[in-house]
């Protein structure tokens, strides 16, 4: 299983999630380092910890604001294998992450405007430049309204030959509420050719052992690291 430390931009800092209230988020600090070196921090998941693939939230393009390409550009030089969130919708802004050298780009479901925007990117990339973010609040599905339950946007991942899906609830993030194992559970069975990913309240090596165990691919992990919870010898 791949364990994927998370960085979450905003305002060209480092800052903790919590719970998905992102006007709430500051700076990171912890034993990794501080939000204001966004490169130290993703030097330090690679150094310290041998991480190789970091996950990137840009929370100002996501918000629609002026994204951090620059820094996303000089995160890609660092030799980590990037996937990035940036609120990507459209064909265009998918080109533009992929020319500032990201590996993978993330297609949050709290951001598509419809299902035709997930066909158009899938149809037009081949399918591992993507990774759909599955985006929950305390459960409830953030999508379009053509999907009712995950189940829906699965099918059409599937339908269209995307392999990777992040399973991604924002009111567990950074709150120490553990990772969304049922969801994982019954969405393996009911899909176990795609490789799913869990983002949110993972807090230590146990909620690593169940997910793995689970049939997780990997889980994105940020408080955990920067608390020291979790450390080389866990991973």
Known sequence: MLVIPVLDLKGGQAVH????QRVHYKPVRGVLGDGEDVLGLATAYRDRLGCQTLYVADLDA????PGHAALLRSLS???????VDAGVSTIDQAQALLELGI??????????????????????????????????????LQAPPEFSTPNDL???????????????????????AGPPLDLLV????????????????????ADLKA??????AGALVATAFHQGVLSATDL
């Open 77 to 83: 030089a660092t030799g980590l294998t990037l996937w």
């Open 62 to 65: 996501i918000a629609g604001l």
């Open 186 to 205: 019954s969405l393996h069975k009911s899909f176990p050719g795609l490789s799913l990913y869990a983002g949110g309240g993972v807090r230590d090596r």
């Open 103 to 140: 590996d993978k780009v993330i297609i949050g479901s709290e951001t598509l405007g419809s299902p035709d925007q997930l066909v158009d990117l899938a149809t037009h990339f081949p399918p591992t430049c993507f990774a759909l973010s599955v985006d929950l609040m305390g459960g409830v």
């Open 211 to 216: 997910l793995d165990q689970a049939g997780a």
């Open 17 to 20: 999630a919590l719970r998905g």
């Open 154 to 176: 699965l099918k059409l991942v599937v339908a269209h030959n995307l392999e990777s899906v992040i399973l991604l609830d924002l009111a567990h993030v950074g709150a120490a």
